[in-house]
C-alpha cells in the first residue's frame, strides 16, 4: 500500500543532524531573537526547568542524580497524583479504551468514560452538566466567545488567571476591568454596565499568585443587585476548599448563586490535564455546538479521565484528605512570618513568600534547591514587576518534618542573602 518517495535534494550526511533554515529573513530573525533572550537572562528572569526523574510527590528525585528533593511548588494539593488507586484506575481505562481517540469529541471522540466523567463532575459541583476540555486554559478560551455578543459585557478581575484575560480578548462583548477584589470600583463598573444585555462577572476563585480568596459573598449580592451573572476560576480551589473539597462557592456559601464554574483535572483532581465547565445544562449545551478549543482539540485520553474520575470518587467518598490541608498550611505560614518573612494571602495552600526583587527571588529559588528544597522563583510578566516571590505550595501528603526543614532552609537563604536581618 505504501512505497518509498524519492524527494530531490533530499538531505545528505547525518541522519538527524539539527539544520537552520537559510536566507536573509532566516537571520534577522535569529538576530532578533537571541537578543530578546539575552534581555531575559539579564533582567534576572530567565526560567530554567528543571528535569524530574521520578513521580509527580512531596519527595522527588532529579535527573543528574539530585535524590531525597522534598518538592514544595507542585498544584499538587491533595498528593493525588501519584495515589496507587488514582494510577490503576489510569491503566485501567488505558487498557479498556485504548490510548487516545484520534478525534474530535463529535466525531468519533466520544467514550463512556467521557460521558460519566462529565456527569460525575455535574454531580461534585451539584451543577445540571458539564463539559470537558483539553485543559482549564481551553475552557477559558471557549467559554466567553460562545457566551457573550457586542450587546452583552463581562467584568474582570484585574489580576484574573491568563486564560481568563486571553479568552475575554477573544470575545466580542464590552470589557470592564475592576481593580483587584475591590468591591467598590466593581459596583461602578456594574453601573456603568447596565446599558448592556447581559452582564457577567468573572474572577477567579482563588488566586494563583498571590493565594488570596476572592470576596464570592459580596460579589453575589452586587451581581444580584445589578442583575449580572457570576463565572468564577476554581483551578486553585477544586478539591480541597469548602467543607467538601467543592470550592470557594462552598467555603463561602454562594453555590446557588454562582452561575458557571471552570476549572481543571490537573491539579487537586489527578494531576494529570483536562479541564471543564459546568453550570445550566441549556450553557452546555450551547459550548458543545460553538466553543472551538472543544470543536477542534482531540478528546481527553482515557487514562487521563481514569484518573479524574477516580480523583473524584475519592472526594465524594470522604472529606478527610480535602480537611487535612488546612493545619500544615497554618503551620507553614504561621512560622514563615514568625522568622520575619511576608507570606500574601490567607488560609491558602498557595503560600507566596514576598521578595520584591526578580534576582533575589532567583537567587534564593536556587539556593534553597542546594538545601533540598525545591521551589521556584516568579517574576514579571508572571508577575508585577517589583512583586517578585517564591510561591510554596503546601501539600495534603507533606509531613510535619518537611515543612519545618522548609521553613529553616529558608531561613537560613534569607539570611544569607539578605532577605532577612
Request: proline share 4%; aromatic share 6%; with cysteine.
Amino acid at each position: 500500500m505504501w512505497r518509498a518517495v524519492a524527494v530531490p535534494g533530499a538531505a545528505r550526511g547525518r541522519a538527524g543532524a539539527p539544520r537552520a533554515a537559510s536566507g536573509a529573513a532566516a537571520a534577522q530573525l535569529r538576530r532578533r531573537l537571541e537578543s530578546e533572550l539575552e534581555e531575559i537572562r539579564g533582567a534576572g528572569t530567565w526560567k530554567s526547568e528543571r528535569v524530574i526523574a521520578s513521580r509527580q510527590g512531596p519527595h522527588l528525585r532529579l535527573a543528574g542524580g539530585g535524590a531525597g528533593i522534598i518538592n514544595f511548588c507542585a498544584n499538587n494539593y491533595l498528593g493525588l497524583s501519584s495515589h496507587p488507586e488514582v494510577i490503576r484506575a489510569a491503566v485501567e481505562a488505558l487498557e479498556k479504551f485504548g490510548a487516545g481517540l484520534s478525534s474530535v469529541r463529535f466525531i468519533c471522540g466520544t467514550q463512556s468514560i467521557h460521558k460519566d466523567l462529565e456527569e460525575k463532575i455535574a454531580r461534585f459541583h451539584q451543577r445540571e452538566d458539564a463539559i470537558l476540555y483539553a485543559s482549564c486554559f481551553d475552557a477559558n478560551a471557549g467559554i466567553f466567545e460562545a457566551l457573550l455578543t457586542p450587546e452583552d459585557a463581562v467584568l474582570s478581575d484585574e489580576l484574573n488567571h491568563a486564560s481568563i484575560i486571553d479568552g475575554i480578548r477573544l470575545c466580542k462583548a464590552n470589557k470592564y476591568r475592576y481593580k483587584h477584589m475591590d468591591m467598590q470600583d466593581l459596583e461602578a463598573k456594574l453601573k456603568e454596565a447596565q446599558k448592556h444585555r447581559l452582564r457577567l462577572v468573572a474572577t477567579d476563585g482563588a488566586f494563583s499568585m498571590d493565594g488570596d480568596i476572592a470576596p464570592l459573598r459580596e460579589i453575589c449580592q452586587l451581581a444580584h443587585k445589578y442583575d449580572a451573572l457570576v463565572f468564577i476560576d476554581e483551578c486553585h480551589a477544586t478539591g480541597f476548599l469548602g467543607p467538601n473539597g467543592r470550592g470557594t462557592d462552598e467555603l463561602l456559601g454562594v453555590m446557588d448563586k454562582v452561575t458557571i464554574i471552570n476549572s481543571t483535572l490537573g491539579k487537586a483532581l489527578g494531576g494529570a490535564a483536562g479541564g471543564y465547565t459546568t453550570g445550566p445544562k441549556p450553557l452546555i449545551d450551547l459550548l458543545r455546538q460553538r466553543s472551538r478549543p472543544y470543536l477542534f482539540s482531540n478528546s481527553l485520553p482515557p487514562a487521563v479521565v481514569g484518573c479524574a474520575s477516580k480523583a473524584l470518587d475519592l472526594l465524594m467518598e470522604s472529606n478527610a484528605i480535602a480537611q487535612s490541608m488546612a493545619a500544615k498550611t497554618q503551620r507553614f505560614r504561621s512560622k514563615m512570618m514568625a522568622a520575619g518573612f511576608t507570606i500574601s494571602g490567607k488560609d491558602h495552600p498557595i503560600c507566596p513568600v514576598m521578595l520584591g526583587d526578580a534576582r533575589l527571588a532567583s537567587v534564593m529559588a536556587e539556593d534553597m534547591l542546594n538545601r533540598g528544597i525545591y521551589v521556584i522563583g516568579f517574576s514579571y510578566p508572571v508577575v508585577p514587576k517589583g512583586k517578585a516571590r517564591i510561591r510554596v505550595q503546601i501539600s495534603a501528603v507533606h509531613s510535619d518534618e518537611d515543612i519545618d526543614r522548609c521553613v529553616e532552609a529558608f531561613t537560613q537563604v534569607g539570611r544569607k542573602h539578605g532577605a532577612l536581618p
